[in-house]
T-cell receptor, first 113, second 111 residues
């Protein structure tokens, strides 16, 4: 049971570079989301998707893009990395938007220098 | 605005009972969830309260009072492996039913 798989686990970027964080789930979940977690703060929602082809913005979407071409995959793209995007990023999935239990990937620790 | 407030840190002794509180200030609230996160790990689901009252899952229990905008997570027979951060999260109508998270409570357990 792979669950939610995120890659890479660690990444260092230079300011202005772009990259894609990968997220895949094998539980046939309709709902997927991306969060960032900063020290002393709870998780903040970046973008989410309620199904293939449907995405929407969360609380902190600026500087990030997403797409959902398949049920399984939900990549997060950083367009032009900034030091303020240094954070830990988590991908999560659940059966549906209102489902109470979310399953998280192991996280990507991103540093922008 | 919408927010969930929790203490930043709680200390307890191995074998004891500890309660982690969560108060919220939001309307259109649809239940309270609790997650555990060990250092360097991912959040994992612990419990959910849709209605007022107590939900019990083994050593962990969670309580919700909508009239008081308040909930708590109760951990019994504390073990060293329970040392982690605990987050409350609420699903709110105004945020398109997305989860709003508290800042987390770091539980320190002493032998």
């Amino acid at each position: 049971n792979a669950g939610v798989t995120q890659t890479p686990k660690f990444q260092v970027l230079k300011t202005g570079q772009s990259m894609t964080l990968q997220c895949a789930q094998d539980m046939n979940h309709e709902y997927m989301s991306w969060y960032r977690q900063d020290p002393g703060m709870g998780l903040r929602l970046i973008h989410y998707s309620v199904g293939a082809g449907i995405t929407d913005q969360g609380e902190v979407p600026n500087g990030y893009n997403v797409s959902r071409s398949t049920t399984e995959d939900f990549p997060l793209r950083l367009l032009s990395a900034a030091p303020s995007q240094t954070s830990v990023y988590f991908c999560a999935s659940s059966l549906g938007r209102m489902n109470t239990e979310a399953f998280f990937g192991q996280g990507t620790r991103l540093t922008v220098v | 605005g919408q927010s969930l407030e929790q203490p930043s840190e709680v200390t307890a002794v191995e074998g004891a009972i500890v309660q982690i509180n969560c108060t919220y200030q939001t309307s259109g609230f649809y239940g309270l969830s609790w997650y555990q996160q060990h250092d360097g790990g991912a959040p994992t689901f612990l419990s959910y309260n849709a209605l007022d009252g107590l939900e019990e899952t083994g050593r962990f229990s969670s309580f919700l009072s909508r009239s008081d905008s308040y909930g708590y997570l109760l951990l019994q027979e504390l073990q060293m492996k329970d040392s982690a951060s605990y987050f409350c999260a609420g699903r709110v109508e105004d945020s398109n039913y997305q989860l709003i998270w508290g800042a987390g409570t770091k539980l320190i357990i002493k032998p």
